[in-house]
């Protein structure tokens, strides 16, 4: 080892994966697709390929167990890994389910995590397969692993935007990082006022969205009912902006979007409001929103069009263009991609 | 929640898994077998199935860094992955990992971590395909998945040892654990006396059985050239009486093995001599030596017999006898399994 030293958040999560894999090899044909995508392809038989991906959650830097209650926590852990296979336009099948838990815990609190997990597989038709559990010396982790199932010729990665598509959302953004100012506040005002109750009445939608997000299923399986194949396909983990990005790096192109269409709700702009805060600013950078962030040809257009289920957001540009949002004053300005950056931000 | 605490060590590992998933059903046909296997087992199509395992690792648990070089520890984080797809009689293909990192780790630091991930990627030609990098609050925390690949009919879980069957050890056993006494002796040393050097010199083989193990792809290989199908199989992670429990358990029968010829290196024998300890209960009850433990019917003896690689320690009986250790002075004992727990037994 040399002496020098780097800290790791000069980097940043996708900086640091992509530092510290690129001297590996792929030998395997089976490998169809590694590290780069929601998910890795492996190569089965010409009519099947296998999707996987897996996720970390730690206690502090992702969840904080002052304000998630466990079931919630065990139902989340499942759906944001689901969330990367649905976001390859494919089908999750199999779980396995790793944690390490300190003797804080009693058994009956793993318990409600774990029934949590069981409602996630059982609404999503999930087997869990395989995990370990072990010991930690401080907080929870949880480690999924999820494998699910394509035809190949149904696979979207994010590398097959082209020029002139149209970009297109699922849902509404936002309200997941506005739940989370809400509880972030109400933590404060619990820790500074001897035993204050917690005020969340009036702001369901928005908590629900951060504390119980669910993975977009459904939208895979109606455009598979609406015969459209996306050319690319990311999920909502990190913000809008960041996703966007990671498209148009990979697929070589750039973008436009324009403020006035990106769907936020009635809930989330109340939010953002109350807390002087921009809900563009939200929909663009918050994360853990879990929709569904794609791009279709101008001919699936109709199929699309009027749908409550979608948002045509914008469209795909010449990669020099780079990624841009166009505000309601009809100004282009380049987007930031403040993606979450587990080394930076913690709870 | 009810109001009750039941504390976590009370139920063990495999106990808290097998509570903690009772619940849970299997809806999809792709999966064969799921919880309770040294891997779960995933069918594709008619000639070949897939192998899913995971292990964490959780510093304070599983390692110490203060004698563990990180680039050892990532070959062995890689290592007893592969080693639960190799006891399938399987061939491990890929690997994801995760890994949760605290802030007082350089990139350095991690850089020689995923070198030591590499090393075994190349040495067990094995891709990885995907993971996750996040901070910790404290420890670091590793998490893989491997993935492997056989033919249904090739393919060894624990449920079939059968009446009379042979069983069988490759290698030695014991040498990890005694590995690990000389490092916990020599980091006392290192505390007590200032500055004092660790002096770990002549204990070469068992050092390297404990920080830098291997799995056994040769005897995978092996037994596919001696044409031995064995008719169940488990790697030995948790120490021989734990596994062999494992085998009789899901076998439904019972199993007898002989003291003497239980398969015991010199250097474990004289470092256990050193310790004042029995090297028989080293190597029942040490683990982390990453050998296969398998059953052959009796028509294959002559395949094995003579082996260098092999040691036949005993018979499979009765579901009635139960597991039993015959000593040296031809005295029938029940087996302990004291497999290595940990909720209970911590660095």
Redesign the interface.
Known sequence: ??N????????G?FG??K???Q??????K??V???GDD??I?S??DH?Q?L?????L?????FDLMYTPLKHLGYKAVVVNLSDVYAMNATP??I?V????S?R????????L?SGI?KA??WY?I?????????????L?I?I?A?G?ASPEKIATRAGARLHDLIVVSGDLGGAYMGLQVLEREKEVFRSVNEAQPDLSGYDYILERQLKPEARKDIVELLDQLDVKPTSMIDISDGLASELYHIADQSFVGCDIYEEKIPVSPETIAAAKEFNLDYTTAALNGGEDYELLFTIKQKDLEKIQGNPHFSIIGHVTEEASGCRLITRAGEPITLKAQGWN??RN?I
Chains 1, 2 share one sequence.
């Open positions: 080892m040399s020098e030293r780097t800290e790791l958040e000069q980097l999560e640091l994966i530092h510290l894999t001297y590996f090899k792929i030998n395997h089976s490998t697709k590694s590290i998910a890795a492996l089965v038989d099947e296998l996987v991906t897996t996720d970390m730690v206690e502090g830097v992702h099948k199999q396995t790793s944690i390490a838990v003797n815990f009693s058994l009956e609190a793993i318990e409600e774990y069981q597989c059982e038709d087997d869990l397969v395989g995990g370990d559990t072990t010991s930690s010396k401080s907080g982790v480690s692993t494998i199932v587990a080394f913690e």
